[in-house]
């Protein structure tokens, strides 16, 4: 296990400032670790890391090096890259290995008002907060901005189809999906817009990430949501499917 890579800082208190998980799966006839979007992922944690420390965080890409052989060796699950601001008041980036959670096809949503967090286009300062909330709501919470406007669910990005075009959240204020990027790049540019809640339920919706991949959304607010193009939805699935690649690759 890598040591914990340390910078000064300011604040005393223990603070989870950036986090990227994604599943790792042992390829059946290779034996060899996969993750999916694995370029997607390192270029998101340098950049949250380095928006994170203001620039000053040093020896990040040495971090990903190291881990990566922890990463393969530990085989199926959904490690998690971190920076941590430690009690000590220095930053430091740390591994979570963790099992691979029951992975699932479908998801429902409960809207709630939830005004963007400080730094919410960022992965990791308001896990917890997302989390209390998806258990409060005892579902996946669909947050809704001071506008009505949707911007993504607690743990996953949303997007939903409409005439035939495949539309993602415009906001901004949102963190910026893996799993997003790579359907634009395996079925084309996905257009931006604004939605509220009610007018989300008329749509065919996927909630997308880095664990599930894609989930068709059956109810909004308990309304059941349309059923799905089984033909669109299986042949997006298998597409994604094709971009799993060796994690060694993290290697430089």
């Not at 990566?68 to 998690?80: L, M, Q, V």
Request: charged residues 25%; aromatic residues 6%; proline residues 5%.
């Amino acid at each position: 296990m890598p040591q914990a890579h340390r910078l000064a800082a300011d604040d005393a208190s223990e603070e989870l400032l950036v986090a990227d998980s994604f599943r790792v799966r042992i390829d059946p006839q290779t034996g060899a670790a996969e993750v999916r979007g694995l370029g997607h992922h390192l270029a998101r944690f340098a950049r949250s890391t380095h928006a994170a420390s203001s620039g000053a965080l040093r020896g990040v890409g040495n971090f990903l090096d190291e881990t990566s052989r922890t990463i393969a060796a530990y085989g199926d699950g959904f490690p998690r890259w971190e920076l941590w601001r430690a009690a000590h008041g220095d930053f430091e980036l740390r591994l979570s290995l963790r099992p691979l959670p029951e992975l699932g096809d479908t998801l429902s949503l409960v809207s709630t008002l939830s005004p963007a967090a400080p730094h919410s286009d960022r992965k990791g300062p308001n896990i917890s907060r997302y989390a209390a909330l998806n258990r409060a709501l005892g579902a996946e919470a669909l947050l809704v901005g001071i506008d009505g406007i949707v911007r993504e669910g607690a743990t996953t990005s949303l997007v939903w189809w409409r005439g035939g075009q495949l539309f993602r959240a415009a906001a901004k204020d949102r963190v910026a999906s893996v799993t997003e990027a790579l359907l634009g790049e395996l079925l084309g540019a996905l257009e931006p817009a604004e939605i509220t809640p009610a007018e989300l339920a008329e749509c065919e919706v996927w909630a997308i990430n880095a664990l599930h991949g894609i989930r068709v959304v059956t109810s909004i607010d308990g309304t059941a949501a349309p059923e799905p193009d089984a033909a669109r939805f299986a042949y997006a699935r298998a597409a994604l499917d094709k971009t799993w690649q060796p994690f060694l690759a993290a290697e430089r």
